[in-house]
C-alpha cells in the first residue's frame, strides 16, 4: 500500500510562483517499486486533467497548457515528486492531484487527497 500526501498549494496572484511536493510513503524495494509520479489537476465544474509526469529515469512529459512555466522533477531516493510553477494564470486554479504508479507483477496506481491551488486575477 502507498500513501501519498501533498503539500504546497495555498493563494497566489496571477503572475506569481507555487511548489507543489507530494512524498509517497510504503514499503518499497525491487519487488515492488515507484515508477512513474505526476500530477493532475481538476478545476470546479471540469474533469481531471493530466498535468505533468516524471519516469523512474527522469523522463518528463508535460500538458501543452504548462510547458514553460511548470517543472516536474523528482527526489526518488525520498520518493516526492515537486512541481514547480511559474507565471501562474487565473486559468491554473485547481486542485492538484497527485498520482503514482507502482509495479510489483501488475501496476498500481494511487492519488493523493489533493491541495488547492488558487490564482487571483
Known amino acids: 500500500q502507498v500513501q501519498l500526501v501533498e503539500s504546497g498549494g495555498g493563494l497566489v496572484q496571477a503572475g506569481g510562483s507555487l511548489r507543489l511536493s507530494c512524498a509517497a510513503s510504503?514499503?518499497?524495494?525491487?519487488?515492488?517499486?515507484?515508477?512513474?509520479m505526476g500530477w493532475y489537476r481538476q478545476a470546479p465544474g471540469k474533469q481531471r486533467e493530466f498535468v505533468a509526469a516524471i519516469t523512474s529515469d527522469g523522463s518528463t512529459n508535460q500538458a501543452d497548457s504548462v510547458k514553460g512555466r511548470f517543472t516536474i522533477s523528482r527526489d526518488s531516493a525520498k520518493h516526492t515528486v515537486y512541481l514547480q510553477m511559474n507565471s501562474l494564470k487565473p486559468e491554473d486554479t485547481a486542485v492538484y492531484y497527485c498520482?503514482?504508479?507502482?509495479?510489483?507483477?501488475?501496476?498500481?496506481?494511487?492519488w493523493g487527497q489533493g491541495t488547492q491551488v488558487t490564482v487571483s486575477s
Open positions: 510504503g514499503t518499497f524495494g525491487s519487488f515492488f517499486s515507484i515508477q512513474t
Open positions: 498520482q503514482a504508479k507502482a509495479l510489483s507483477i501488475i501496476e498500481y496506481i494511487y
